[in-house]
């Protein structure tokens, strides 16, 4: 009988990829990472939830204790990058250095096992010709969470399962209520687990930056009002500018040596292209040429064409066919063909507002 552990949240999710698993015979044994110190609610009831779970399935449940993980990886490059006028996206940095890389050496060290689950909404294939692993989109585009998992290379995805790509979150809450599992009618947990912890992701911040007030500026110069720190802003913000203008305003640039946010109408928003750094080639090794691909920015927007130019120094520029609202530094880009994740990185530059 094959062994896998499952990265089990205490969401509806994990505990069906756990129960689909359990139920084709596989042998499974629960993992919890304890992320947050202090009293982190999202993290407290997860654990209960996921032992729990493990109890009616009648598997064994691990909790591993990596908060000072997730301080380092997650906690000190959110703050530091907010505090650099940056707006970093914490999940794929979490999937990479403090989910899947520890998981598997645990699952590999104390456990016996070399196969992790989780209950992401993406898909892995392998692919003969190349060797490669390659990631692919839920069937649920709705779901989907390949952005998520574009950092994840080839070492780890040769040991990932990913029991719900192939199917709807429709389908995983008639499945959990078919099991019987407690999680079942469990409500959405929010994308980003600081905030649900914190009530936003400003009062986490303001835990560790002190309020610095500065200038909110058009892109002439002019002063339209006043902020209380650039780390309450971000890249085609639109809401809690605090400015009454005739036309909405938008955020168009943190300018960090001056402690000034600046603001333009939507069009200013708009660029025309963006480098990346950090990339991480999923499904293909690094072209030496341009190539077209489609590029998501963002979490929530769709994939759209785009040439990708290789750089020195593992990095990228990016130019879209047309340009694209609230490209933001900080944030990945990832690049598709179709539904096939070519690789991603994170967004460096944009051109300044002008």
Same mark, same amino acid.
């Given at each position: 009988?094959?062994?896998?552990?499952?990265?089990?949240? %205490?969401?509806?999710?994990?505990?069906?990829?756990?129960?689909?698993?359990?139920?084709?015979?596989?042998?499974?044994?629960?993992? =919890?990472?304890?992320?947050?110190?202090?009293?982190? +609610?999202?993290?407290?009831?997860?654990?209960?939830?996921? !032992?729990?779970?493990?109890?009616?399935?009648?598997?064994? $449940?691990?909790?591993?204790?990596?908060?000072?993980?997730?301080?380092?990886?997650?906690?000190?490059?959110?703050?530091?990058?907010?505090?650099?006028?940056?707006?970093?996206?914490?999940?794929?940095?979490? &999937?990479? !250095?403090?989910?899947?890389?520890?998981?598997?050496?645990?699952?590999?060290?104390?456990?016996?096992?070399?196969?992790?689950?989780?209950?992401?909404?993406?898909?892995?294939?392998?692919?003969?010709?190349?060797?490669?692993?390659? /990631?692919?989109?839920?069937?649920?585009? &709705?779901?989907? +969470?390949?952005?998520?998992?574009?950092?994840?290379?080839?070492?780890?995805?040769? $040991? #990932?399962?990913?029991?719900?790509?192939? +199917?709807?979150?429709?389908?995983?809450?008639?499945?959990?209520?078919?099991?019987? /599992?407690? =999680?079942?009618?469990?409500?959405?947990?929010?994308?980003?687990?600081?905030?649900?912890?914190?009530?936003?992701?400003?009062?986490? /911040?303001?835990?560790?930056?002190?309020?610095?007030?500065?200038?909110? #500026?058009? +892109?002439? %110069?002019?002063?339209?009002?006043?902020?209380?720190?650039?780390?309450?802003?971000?890249?085609?913000?639109?809401?809690?500018?605090?400015?009454?203008? !005739?036309?909405?305003?938008?955020?168009?640039?943190?300018?960090?040596?001056? &402690?000034? #946010?600046?603001?333009?109408?939507?069009?200013?928003?708009?660029?025309?292209?963006?480098?990346?750094?950090?990339?991480?080639?999923?499904?293909? =090794? *690094?072209?030496?040429?341009?190539?077209?691909?489609?590029?998501?920015?963002?979490?929530?927007?769709?994939?759209?064409? *785009?040439?990708?130019?290789? /750089?020195?120094?593992?990095? *990228?520029?990016?130019?879209?066919?047309?340009?694209?609202?609230?490209?933001?530094? %900080?944030?990945?880009?990832?690049?598709?063909?179709?539904?096939?994740?070519?690789?991603?990185?994170?967004?460096?530059?944009?051109?300044?507002?002008?």
């Amino acid at each position: 009988m094959e062994k896998v552990v499952v990265g089990l949240s %205490g969401g509806v999710d994990s505990s069906v990829a756990a129960a689909v698993l359990h139920r084709q015979g596989y042998d499974v044994v629960g993992i =919890t990472l304890w992320l947050m110190k202090g009293k982190g +609610q999202c993290c407290s009831e997860g654990m209960v939830d996921a !032992a729990q779970l493990c109890e009616e399935l009648g598997i064994p $449940h691990h909790i591993v204790d990596s908060r000072e993980a997730f301080e380092k990886n997650i906690v000190d490059y959110l703050v530091g990058g907010y505090g650099d006028g940056i707006t970093p996206l914490p999940c794929s940095q979490c &999937n990479k !250095a403090v989910k899947f890389a520890p998981m598997l050496r645990y699952a590999q060290a104390e456990l016996g096992c070399d196969r992790i689950a989780t209950g992401h909404y993406a898909c892995i294939t392998h692919n003969t010709e190349t060797g490669r692993y390659e /990631l692919r989109r839920a069937v649920d585009r &709705n779901k989907d +969470q390949s952005y998520f998992l574009y950092d994840l290379e080839q070492e780890i995805l040769a $040991h #990932v399962v990913f029991p719900l790509g192939d +199917q709807t979150k429709v389908q995983t809450r008639a499945m959990a209520a078919e099991f019987g /599992l407690h =999680t079942a009618e469990k409500p959405e947990s929010q994308d980003l687990c600081l905030v649900e912890a914190h009530g936003s992701m400003q009062g986490f /911040l303001d835990q560790f930056l002190a309020p610095k007030e500065g200038d909110i #500026v058009d +892109q002439e %110069g002019r002063v339209l009002g006043q902020h209380t720190g650039i780390h309450h802003y971000t890249i085609g913000q639109r809401k809690g500018l605090g400015i009454a203008a !005739a036309n909405p305003l938008y955020v168009v640039g943190l300018d960090v040596g001056r &402690n000034q #946010v600046i603001v333009g109408d939507r069009t200013a928003v708009h660029f025309p292209d963006c480098t990346v750094q950090r990339i991480n080639w999923v499904s293909i =090794t *690094a072209p030496q040429t341009p190539i077209s691909v489609e590029v998501q920015v963002r979490y929530r927007t769709a994939a759209v064409p *785009a040439t990708l130019i290789p /750089l020195e120094d593992d990095r *990228a520029r990016i130019v879209f066919d047309e340009p694209q609202f609230g490209v933001t530094p %900080g944030q990945a880009a990832v690049w598709y063909e179709g539904d096939r994740v070519l690789g991603g990185g994170i967004i460096e530059r944009i051109p300044n507002p002008a």
